[in-house]
């Protein structure tokens, strides 16, 4: 960098000589310069204050505080139930959220139990009723389907049939559908052959 | 590396964000043990409060280290960190210069009495035991000149001489253009010259 005549140092030439860089021609303009001289001697005085500054640490414990607050990724990117519980102990918010959840639960919970133990009447019939409603659903049910069964027109032809040759029907299918399981099953089975370079 | 456990003096900072993506505990710890310090100091100076700046220091690791993933290996870890830190302290400077507004009284008083109870009720404190011993801690002129510094300027010279941290990674860190970064440590020199010497007077 050349020095225009008659020209003092600029803030990144103090800069320079701060860090020890300043070019040669500078360093002779600041060897005889009385006003620069005394610039970077004020400058390099604060900027040594600055650097003397004692060195500040935070309370012992201080990566434990912050480690009770941090999720550390599982490598099988399942969360673990102690990553949760450490992140529901982490802060002092989500303790209270926690404790807040907790407490309407148990307390839903209680003022159920307590409700039930003093409406025990009222309990009984909603049970009687929904016993007796449910009854009648199931028996309209098994009428609806007995009675569509009975319009189907094969059923007839299926009521023809006598007890020995539903009996040998009865058989032959199930003899099919039990070769069809085993068959598919054989198909299905893996390879059991160890794997020579895994060494397992 | 050898028998499984790291020898955490060899590594840099990007093998052990690896290691710490990969689940492993001890380099998160490791990553905290190489940053605690600084990432501290410079929170403590810029908010002049020993219990604020460990929460703000607690904030930025546990920001950090949740949002590990996100950091990306080709910056420096430690812009990223003091990036975070120094974003924190500059939020709570702004809000707490919001709060210091209120010692004229609310803006939404609507009578003289009003604007008088509001007033001097946030952002006023009175000295603790606890601040003198602050006081003691960040004492001598330096520190209080550096405190009386604009947040932008303070950032940039703690991080340019107590941290030592070059022109570039300066400007990355707090977003600013090369030069802006050097202008501002530059005029936060000379009010620093120029408060010395008027303590020294």
Not at chain 2, 46 to 65: N, P
Not at chain 2, 141 to 150: D, N, S
Request: net charge neutral; aromatic share 6%.
């Amino acid at each position: 960098m050349t020095r225009p005549p008659g020209t003092h140092l600029s803030a990144d030439e103090i800069d320079s000589w701060l860090s020890g860089n300043l070019s040669q021609e500078w360093q002779q303009h600041l060897d005889h310069c009385q006003a620069c001289l005394e610039r970077v001697r004020i400058e390099r005085e604060i900027v040594d204050q600055i650097t003397a500054l004692p060195r500040l640490s935070p309370v012992i414990g201080f990566a434990d505080q912050v480690m009770a607050s941090v999720v550390i990724p599982d490598p099988f990117a399942i969360r673990s139930l102690h990553a949760t519980q450490r992140r529901l102990f982490a802060t002092k918010r989500s303790l209270a959220l926690a404790a807040s959840l907790t407490l309407i639960l148990l307390g839903s919970m209680a003022g159920s139990i307590a409700w039930s133990l003093t409406h025990q009447d009222t309990l009984a019939s909603i049970g009687n009723w929904l016993v007796t409603q449910g009854g009648q659903m199931a028996w309209l049910s098994l009428r609806g389907v007995a009675s569509n069964l009975f319009e189907q027109p094969w059923y007839s032809g299926l009521r023809a049939l006598n007890p020995l040759h539903l009996a040998l029907g009865s058989g032959v299918a199930t003899t099919v559908y039990l070769g069809g399981v085993l068959a598919l099953r054989r198909l299905l089975a893996l390879p059991n052959q160890q794997v020579a370079h895994a060494g397992i | 590396m050898s028998s499984g456990r790291p020898e955490w003096g060899s590594l840099t900072d990007q093998d052990v964000v690896l290691l710490a993506r990969s689940g492993q505990e001890a380099a998160y710890r490791e990553l905290i043990r190489r940053y605690e310090r600084p990432v501290f100091a410079l929170l403590f100076r810029m908010v002049r409060d020993r219990e604020l700046a460990e929460d703000l220091a607690q904030e930025t690791f546990v920001k950090a280290l949740n949002a590990i993933d996100s950091y990306r290996p080709e910056f420096k870890f430690s812009s990223w960190i003091f990036k975070i830190g120094n974003n924190a302290a500059i939020d709570h400077l702004r809000r707490r210069e919001l709060d210091t507004l209120s010692l004229d009284g609310s803006p939404h008083a609507e009578t003289p009495e009003a604007m008088q109870a509001t007033a001097l009720q946030i952002g006023a404190r009175q000295e603790s035991p606890l601040d003198t011993v602050e006081a003691k801690e960040l004492g001598g002129a330096i520190e209080a000149a550096i405190g009386a510094l604009r947040p932008e300027y303070r950032s940039c010279i703690l991080l340019r001489h107590v941290e030592g941290r070059p022109y570039e990674e300066i400007a990355e860190i707090l977003n600013l253009p090369l030069g802006t970064v050097k202008t501002y440590i530059h005029r936060a020199r000379n009010e620093l010259r120029e408060a010395l010497a008027h303590l020294k007077e």
